[in-house]
């Protein structure tokens, strides 16, 4: 066992089970956060939010999800290395573009834009939610919570950089996932010549959820306000 993840493929299969965990993860996240746009009071996002963040599956699933982060990087990063190391001859241009995608050959670059994009994403919401001082809302069941729709609108609302950042970050994040997503399913074997072409279309489709819905937000909000 100890062999097969040192392996270049085990390597490779850690990044693909990480990977189709973040995708997961994402589904839902994009779920709860297209709740923005359907109730401008807030309570809705706020209630679903704070049902997320405090339900005892979730209190066990967000730790994963943090781990899972920091494998799917270092080990993506640890096979890009071996790639880079092990190929001291590049292939020319030519022939590299005869046989793959241009966001196969590029994906470390796109993970790590994606990366700097989640790092000021959690500077945005996640370490004020959770350390900072977002103001507490009180419903009508008498549940006290974060006013998480209040930063999030706020910010859409009054911050253009901030929206194009978002737009961007969702555009990147679909470019990366749309060869991520049949990627992750090839490496881990659950694919062959006959899926292959059904993979690459789900994963465009999903690709373009993801793209196009997280984009969306920041923009309901710039146009809308
Ligand atoms: C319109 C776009 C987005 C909005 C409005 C948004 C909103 C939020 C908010 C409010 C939180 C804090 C949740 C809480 O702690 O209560 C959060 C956390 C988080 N977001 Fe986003 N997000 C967006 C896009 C993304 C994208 C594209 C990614 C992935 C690349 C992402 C990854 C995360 C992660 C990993 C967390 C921390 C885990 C969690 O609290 O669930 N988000 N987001």
């Known amino acids: 066992m100890g062999r097969f993840y040192n392996s270049s493929i085990g390597k490779k299969f850690f990044v693909s089970i990480t990977g189709l965990f973040l995708m997961a993860f994402l589904l839902v996240h994009l779920g709860v956060n297209s709740l923005l746009m359907f109730d401008d009071t807030g309570e809705l996002f706020n209630q679903a939010a704070h049902f997320m963040g405090s339900n ?3 209190k066990v699933i967000e730790p994963i999800l943090g781990i899972g982060f920091i494998l799917h990087i270092v080990y993506a990063l640890i096979v890009q ?3 880079w190391t092990k190929r001291p001859v590049k292939y020319s241009k030519w022939d590299q573009k005869e046989s793959s995608s241009w966001a196969s050959r590029n994906m470390i670059y796109l993970g790590a834009i994606v990366l700097i994009f989640l790092g000021i994403h959690l500077v945005n919401f996640f370490f004020k939610i959770k350390f900072g001082t977002v103001a507490p809302i009180t419903y009508a069941d008498g549940v006290k919570m974060h006013n998480s729709y209040a930063l999030v609108a ?5 911050c253009t950089a901030i929206d194009v950042l978002y737009v961007l970050g969702g555009i990147f994040l679909g470019l990366h996932l749309n060869h991520g997503f049949w990627s992750a399913f090839q490496t881990i074997g659950w694919s062959n010549n006959d899926w292959r072409k059904k993979l690459e279309l789900v994963g465009s489709i999903y ?3 993801i793209a196009i819905g997280f984009s969306i937000i920041p923009l309901y909000f710039l146009i809308k306000f």
Do not use: S
Not at 154 to 158: D, Q, W
């Open 56 to 58: 005892p599956i979730m």
């Open 154 to 158: 706020e910010l859409f609302k009054n």
């Open 81 to 83: 290395i071996v790639n």
């Open 207 to 209: 690709a373009l959820i």
